[in-house]
């Protein structure tokens, strides 16, 4: 198949149709505005509805009113615009309501800047709103990569009725790769395989068949047992859905650990460092949650590991779950910039080659 070069943005909102998404709700905020601006043009093409909300917050509530119906819904937003989200993906994860949202991560906290950043690792995947909920987060570190997700996320969201988000760093939504794009998948709501969504009842139909979409439980028992059945769902979700790279780590000296934008960095590091002759791996998780602990362990347990060297373009957000993979076995360092200051080859080769000296 012939590939095309596209924006990431566009590529991946192109994904998003593709894969069967027929409602975008969202609101304009850079470094994404390029996935409202498409859908704002593709939507009506296909049939499809684009409407841009009067906020975030809007937005999110949308999503949640088109999900309950069984359809395949999208919403995109940048960091200071999930944050708005919150309630309203708090809400879906507790009504169980499939859905995809999109976050392109800018610099912060507040404002902050229009640059890349992956300053949004601890609201992806240590809370973001309120409840013991989770979502199943991916980390792409390529268009290409963010293309091939998007096409089984819907599945997997409608499998487990699970919201699902991405997380990538601004670089990946601006940024032109050479992509191959999916064939058209032909999507269409049944209820009989969705008897939980919201297509329509009339009188006389049976009444145990009446969908009813809900995250308010008054009764604490109710309650309880609601959150008995997400964390059961969450527990298969951890068993079956964990995604992970694993880059020449055969005979690794150190073991990079890196997402997004910056594992690529860290590949060119390798690269350089191998040219020396010093040998170094990269462990990528492309789930971030559930964040691939055991297969992480594995890796770094070999016995020709000395060290492992965790980078981000945060002040060590990820790092928290790289120690508890690592659970003491290794000796730990962390390197990487705030404000969206995206490490350089150079600076890992040179922090790797300091590690190794100190060994």
Not at 129 to 155: C, K, R, W
Not at 163 to 176: C, K, R
Not at 299 to 320: H, P, R, T, W, Y
């Amino acid at each position: 198949m012939a590939k095309t070069l596209m924006k990431g943005s566009e590529a991946i909102a192109e994904a998003a149709i593709r894969a069967g998404a027929r409602y975008f709700f969202g609101y304009p905020i850079t470094p994404q505005t390029e996935i409202p601006e498409y859908m704002a043009a593709r939507m009506p093409e296909i049939g499809g509805c684009f409407l841009q909300a009067e906020s975030e917050v809007a937005a999110i509530n949308m999503v949640y009113g088109a999900a309950g119906t069984g359809a395949r819904v999208i919403t995109s937003s940048s960091s200071p615009g999930i944050s708005l989200k919150q309630e309203g993906i708090s809400y879906c994860a507790g009504a169980r309501l499939p859905a995809v949202i999109l976050n392109v991560m800018r610099g912060g906290p507040g404002l902050g800047n229009i640059q890349a950043s992956q300053g949004d690792y601890f609201q992806a995947v240590k809370g973001g709103g309120n409840g013991d909920y989770h979502l199943l987060t991916y980390a792409p570190s390529s268009v290409q990569e963010a293309i091939d997700i998007m096409m089984f996320a819907y599945d997997k969201a409608e499998q487990y009725r699970i919201p699902v988000l991405f997380i990538a760093d601004g670089i990946i939504a601006q940024m032109m790769e050479p992509v191959e794009m999916p064939e058209m998948v032909d999507f269409k709501i049944d209820p009989e395989k969705k008897p939980w969504a919201c297509t329509g009842w009339k009188p006389g139909d049976d009444p145990e068949k009446r969908g009813i979409i809900n995250s308010i439980y008054i009764s604490t028992e109710e309650l309880s047992d609601h959150n008995d059945v997400l964390q059961a769902c969450y527990k298969e979700v951890i068993e079956n859905e964990q995604m992970w790279e694993e880059y020449n780590c055969e005979g690794a000296e150190i073991i990079i650990t890196a997402f997004g934008t910056v594992a690529r960095i860290a590949k060119s590091a390798i690269s350089e460092l191998k040219a020396e002759g010093i040998n170094v791996g990269l462990v990528r998780p492309i789930t971030v949650w559930p964040f691939p602990y055991d297969a992480m362990a594995k890796v770094i347990g070999a016995d020709s590991v000395k060290a492992v060297l965790d980078v981000e373009l945060n002040e060590g957000q990820m790092l928290q779950d790289v120690k508890l993979a690592v659970n003491g076995s290794k000796p730990v360092d962390f390197f990487g910039h705030c404000g969206s200051q995206m490490p350089t080859t150079d600076e890992i080769v040179a922090k790797i080659k300091s590690m190794k000296e100190a060994m």
